[in-house]
Structure formats: structure tokens, C-alpha cells
């Protein structure tokens, strides 16, 4: 193809005159197009011959078709007695005419839009019936030296979608595949990058290796939409290969390219064009080629642009280092937003962690169990025993003394501890209503089963099942509970599908099931399946001076809770802790301490405060020497022993040899005596 220089008179520092400047907007099939740069006093030949300024491949055009040229006072476009003719906005032209703004001269069935602005003209051209019928393999794809602007959307180097032909038409040629190995390697290295000045650096790099440029710069920016004025677009990395530095691209360029379509612009022989490159540092407009490609993201949104320029005296940019260029700007896209959104996971990650650590704490306060007794030194290590297996386990005592506490500490200090922990109490659900809550139900099983639900086995699975008062779980519901306990599927109610599950029972209970068996109103078959591992949780008038730990536990809860800042109990608040038998243990003690902080306007929680029971208290009317004349001899007997207790604060070998008993003998009577509570 010729080569034609329109500007090789003019000096770098010469300015292009804008009211004569004009442009030709080349579109294919509205896919992509050319720009070609009229500068008088040059001439542009449009025809089928290789020789033409804009060749245009097909039949329906002439050799040479049509001209167009500056008379002095504006562009004229005219017929060169062309075979099929020139049309010029749906007319055939019969003489040369005068060419207007956002005219659209038609050639061989090819439409090209006449423009004085590249910022105005590079929209859809007014729609031709003919010019629809171009195809790619029509037009001239690579363009000659006077072709000014090569516009892509994206690269056959990431695409395909051209034949080998078009391809060396396009200015792709036999580096081709090497420069494909290139970008392999440097989408390689971006998915490496931590940083999006780390992946813009490299591109950088990249391109001043494969591209003979003289400045190049690249504009990212990190909101979801673009800065509001195109002067606000961050410029974050440059480079240089010469002397020269880079400069800004002008508006009209920047406008150009960040329209709807976003495709990448190539522009030669731009010496003087003051809508498509800056002065120097001297006044002149040295560059003579530029490319300039949007960087978008997935939504198809501009994030940024690679903007690269080379000078007169350099190696013009060309055809095939757009095709280059558009594949990295895709690439970086990409790498960009993978980076962006694994910045923003990386955010919700620790934001999540952060969560689950205060979760974590807070519930590490809730399952801490309290207390330096040896009754509950011997709880904490039995915990710590059976916590790693999956035993099934039965926690026994009176009601208050928190067993679901023990539940937890069980589950959290297993393997199971990220799977949930999921609790039902029993005696709270009617028969029917419990086998539903325990396996679940289908949809129209019975009057109110609107829709299918999963039971709490289905919700524990692979964690813990904590079943609280599993004394009164009825006889049907026990056989079905214990075929599950065996390893065998269930069915929901209602259902036919087996369900397996991997649960590990926790079962609590403050009534003595091994003499419902005897009874006959508990299955020995489950006792003994849930008897695998024992625990027995003491009440809190056998834990000495744990009530008074627990005590302070609770009021730095409420103070923290409810904003007061009590520091303490006075002495005598202390005795009557100690004093107190506790019948509802912890739970009562919990709401002793809650309402003291609630009603408490004084630095230090009194007697006066506690909202304990009215009546004498025995083990306190015991610690004072006044034995109520209505005392039995049984119960005399436990307030001395339970008095001893809390004296040894739970040790039980101390108090046995107080009492001049053994340990077993001392341990049938806290049996015996924990079974009358029940």
C-alpha cells in the first residue's frame, strides 16, 4: 500500500488550523471503525486501488471512486465517474458538493461519516440500507501512514474470530505469536500481583519491551464510577523511553474514547493536531502517532486507559501494536478487578474474623464455667475428658445449676466446635409436637404443617444436640430417639425419605432416670445408650465460696450491660451469699445480682439488696446457731453437711474427714440428698 505523508511539510511545532481540520469516520457493520485525518492542502482518494488514501475492497466500487479536497474555504467531496456512483446523505451526488457537518458519504455500498470534531463524530452513523452490506473483508483494516486513527472494541490476539488473511490485513503479522506467548506470560505475572500499582507497573514494562514508544501513561481509578470531569482522572504510573516526558492527552481525546462503545483509538501522522495531542515543554506538538485504549470493567463501565505516544523521527505506531495494546488493557481489566474484589473479600474476611472473635469472646464468657471448688474442679475435668470423643453424654443435677452450660463446654472444647450447637428443652413441647421439632416434618403431615421443615437433628448435623429434660420424652418418641442414638436413619414426620445424620448427643435431666426404669416410665435400653459418660453438676450451696465468685462474674456483667459502675458487695452482702442455701442455684443467684444492679444507686451492693427468701433460711439459722424446732433429723443432717461443704468449698475428702465419715459414705448422702430435691 502507498504511503502518504499529509503533514511532512509542516514542522513538529505547527498547530493545526481547527476550522480546517476535519476527520472521516469509517465504521464496519457498526462494529468498528477508522479515522482518517483530512489536513489541507492534501487530498483523499477513496476507491477500490491499493493506492487509495481510504481502500475500500469490494467490486461495487471504482479504482477510483470518489475524491474529496480543500477549495480554499471548505472540504468538497466529488464523484471520479465511478461506475456504481457517490452517494452523499442518501442522494447520488451529480457534482462536487460541499461537505457539513455529520454528512455521511456512501462508496461502494460503505458508509463514512464527514466530522470536524473526534469527540463529536465517532457515534453511530445515521443508519444505510447499503452501507449495512459491508463486511470486514471489504474494507482495508490497516490503514497507510495517512490513515490517521484505527479504532479496535477488542483483540483477535484474545478473540480470534479473523482468518489469517484479515489478520496480516489488520497488521497482525508473523510476530503474532510471540507477542500471544507475551501476553500469556503477563497474565501469568498480573494474577501473581497484590497491588494495583504493582499490575500497572509490569504492564508498563510490558509495553515499552514489545512497542517502539516514546511516553506512555496509564489512568486508573477505583470507584465504580468515573471522576465527573475527564481533568480529574487519576494518572497513576508512567514511562518514558527517550528524553522527552509524558503529557496529558487532551479532552477531545479523553471524550473520544469514553462514550458508550469504548473502543481504543490509533492515530498517525497527528504532527500539529491540537484534539489529539499537547505541546512540549517548548511550545510543540512533537508527537506523530498515539494510542489511546479504555481500560472497562465487566459492566462494561471505563475503570481507566492506556495512553501511549510516539514522536517525530520515531517508529510510528501501528495497527498491530493496537491489537497489542487492546489485549493488555483486557487483561489489566481483568487483573484489576480481581484485584479489587479480592481487596473487598480480603475486607469482609477480616471484617468477619474480627466479628467472630467477639463473638467467640462473648461466648467464651458464657460457657466459662466458674468456680475453683473441688466439686467443680472435678466437672471441669471430667468436660475436658469427654469433650474430644463422641460419647454420649448425661448431665445430671438440679435445676438451675447449668447444666446447658456444661452442654456447651462439651461442645466448644470437641472437634464439632465449628458445627452448631443446636439445644431443645423437652418438657417445654407436647408429644407430637416434640417428635416434629426432633425429626422434622413434610408438608401436610398433620393440621398446621404448611410447609415442609427440617427437624433439630437436620439442624445439629455434624455438631451437638443438647436435649434438656430428656426425662420427659414419652415412650414412642424414646424408641425412635434411640434407633437414631444407634446410628440408624429417621424419617420426618409424614416422610419417607431416610435421613442420616452426624450428631453428637448431649442429654441433660434433674430427675433420677435410673429409678424411672425401675419404674418402668424410662427405656433401660436408652438409659444405658445415654449413660456412656455421667456428669453430675453440683448445686451451689455444695461449691463454698463460688457463690461469691459468681457473684462478682455477674455484677461486671450487669455494670458492663447496663452502664453502672458498682465495685463490689459490702461484708455483710458476702455472709448472706454464703449463708444462703440457694435453692434455685445458679439461676437464682443470676437474678439476685441482676436485680441488686438494677435497683442500686450505691457504690456497693448491701444486705438490704439482696431480694433473698423471706423465710429463715436453714443452713443460714445453722451458721448463726438457731435450729428451727421444725427441722427433722434428715434435714439437720444435710444443712451440717452442705455447711462443711461450703466450708471446704467443695472438698469433699476435707469434709468427710470433718464429719468423721468416708468419702463414699458422704457421697451416697449428697446422692440421696440431690434425688429428695428432685
Not at 463486511?135 to 479496535?152: F, G, H, V, W, Y
Not at 479473523?162 to 510476530?175: F, K, M
Not at 408429644?431 to 421439632?437: I, K
Amino acid at each position: 500500500m502507498k504511503t502518504n505523508d499529509f503533514d511532512s511539510s509542516h514542522p513538529a511545532s505547527a498547530k493545526q488550523d481547527p476550522s480546517r481540520g476535519a476527520y472521516l469516520v469509517l465504521r464496519s457493520a457498526g462494529r468498528w471503525s477508522d479515522v482518517f485525518r483530512l489536513a489541507p492542502p492534501s487530498e483523499a482518494i477513496i476507491g477500490r486501488a491499493s493506492s487509495s488514501q481510504i481502500a475500500i475492497r469490494t467490486e461495487q466500487a471504482s479504482r477510483k471512486h470518489a475524491r474529496i479536497s480543500w477549495n480554499g474555504e471548505g472540504w468538497i467531496l466529488e464523484d471520479l465517474g465511478s461506475r456504481n456512483g457517490t452517494f452523499l446523505n442518501g442522494q447520488r451526488l451529480v457534482e462536487p458538493t460541499r461537505l457539513g457537518d455529520a454528512d455521511v458519504i456512501e462508496v461502494g455500498g460503505f458508509a463514512i461519516t464527514f466530522t470536524r470534531r473526534i469527540d463529536g463524530g465517532l457515534g453511530e452513523p445515521r443508519p444505510s440500507a447499503e452501507s449495512s452490506q459491508a463486511t470486514d473483508d471489504q474494507i482495508t483494516m490497516e490503514l497507510d501512514e495517512a490513515s490517521i486513527t484505527d479504532r479496535r472494541r477488542r483483540s483477535h490476539y484474545l478473540h480470534g474470530g479473523a482468518t489469517s488473511g484479515s489478520l496480516a490485513a489488520s497488521g497482525v503479522g508473523v510476530s503474532q505469536s510471540s507477542r500471544a506467548r507475551d501476553l500469556l506470560q503477563m497474565a501469568f505475572c498480573l494474577a501473581r500481583c497484590e497491588e494495583s500499582g504493582q499490575a500497572v507497573d509490569l504492564v508498563l514494562d510490558r509495553l515499552a519491551e514489545h512497542i517502539s514508544l516514546d511516553t506512555a501513561g496509564i489512568y486508573v481509578w477505583d470507584s465504580a464510577k468515573p471522576p465527573a470531569a475527564i481533568s480529574d482522572i487519576p494518572l497513576v504510573a508512567t514511562r518514558q523511553t527517550g528524553t522527552r516526558s509524558y503529557r496529558r492527552p487532551p479532552e477531545p481525546l479523553l471524550k473520544s474514547i469514553a462514550g458508550d462503545e469504548l473502543h481504543a483509538l490509533l492515530a498517525r501522522n497527528v504532527v500539529g493536531d491540537g484534539e489529539l495531542a499537547t505541546e512540549n515543554s517548548r511550545g510543540e506538538m512533537d508527537v506523530e502517532s498515539l494510542i489511546i485504549a479504555p481500560v472497562h470493567d465487566h459492566e462494561n463501565r471505563l475503570r481507566g486507559m492506556i495512553h501511549m505516544t510516539s514522536t517525530v523521527g520515531g517508529t510510528p505506531l501501528s495497527g498491530e501494536d493496537l491489537e497489542f495494546v487492546v489485549a493488555v488493557s483486557e487483561i489489566l481489566a481483568e487483573s484489576l478487578w480481581n484485584l479489587s474484589d479480592r481487596h473487598r473479600l480480603s475486607r469482609s474476611l477480616r471484617k468477619t474474623q474480627r466479628k467472630v472473635r467477639e463473638l467467640q469472646e462473648r461466648l467464651g464468657d458464657k460457657v466459662q464455667i466458674i468456680g475453683q471448688s473441688q466439686s467443680i474442679g472435678d466437672v471441669v475435668e471430667q468436660v475436658g475428658l469427654a469433650a474430644p470423643t463422641n460419647a454420649t453424654v448425661l448431665i445430671r443435677g438440679e435445676s438451675g445449676v447449668g447444666k446447658e452450660l456444661v452442654a456447651a463446654a462439651l461442645h466448644h472444647a470437641s472437634a464439632r466446635s465449628d458445627g452448631p450447637l443446636v439445644c431443645l428443652n423437652c418438657a417445654a413441647l407436647s408429644p407430637t409436637l416434640l417428635e416434629s421439632e426432633l425429626f422434622g416434618h413434610e408438608k401436610g403431615a398433620f393440621t398446621g404443617a404448611t410447609e415442609r421443615k427440617r427437624g433439630k437433628f437436620e439442624a445439629a448435623d455434624g455438631g451437638t444436640l443438647m436435649l434438656d429434660e430428656i426425662g420427659e420424652m414419652n415412650s414412642e418418641i424414646q424408641a425412635k430417639f434411640l434407633r437414631v442414638l444407634e446410628g440408624h436413619p429417621f424419617e420426618r414426620v409424614g416422610g419417607h425419605k431416610p435421613i442420616k445424620v452426624n450428631v453428637r448427643v448431649v442429654a441433660a435431666t434433674n430427675r433420677d432416670l435410673q429409678a424411672m426404669v425401675k419404674e418402668g416410665k424410662f427405656r433401660q435400653d436408652l438409659f444405658y445408650r445415654l449413660h456412656v459418660v455421667e456428669i453430675v453438676v453440683p448445686p451451689l450451696r455444695q461449691r463454698g465460696k463460688d457463690c461469691l465468685r459468681l457473684a462478682e462474674h455477674f455484677l461486671k456483667q450487669f455494670n458492663q450491660e447496663m452502664g453502672r459502675k458498682i465495685d463490689g458487695f459490702t461484708d455483710a452482702a458476702r455472709k448472706r451469699l454464703l449463708a444462703y442455701s440457694w435453692p434455685g442455684n445458679i439461676r437464682e443467684l443470676k437474678n439476685v445480682i441482676e436485680r441488686a444492679v438494677v435497683l442500686n444507686t450505691k457504690s456497693h451492693i448491701d444486705e438490704s439488696d439482696l431480694a433473698l427468701s423471706a423465710a429463715v433460711d436453714e443452713s443460714s439459722a445453722a451458721i448463726h446457731g438457731e435450729t428451727p424446732p421444725e427441722m427433722t433429723l434428715a434435714e439437720l443432717e444435710q444443712s451440717h453437711i452442705e455447711r462443711v461443704l461450703r466450708h471446704t468449698e467443695g472438698n469433699k475428702s476435707r469434709a468427710a474427714g470433718i464429719l468423721g465419715i468416708e468419702r463414699s459414705t458422704l457421697d451416697r448422702k449428697l446422692k440421696r440428698f440431690s434425688a429428695a430435691k428432685s
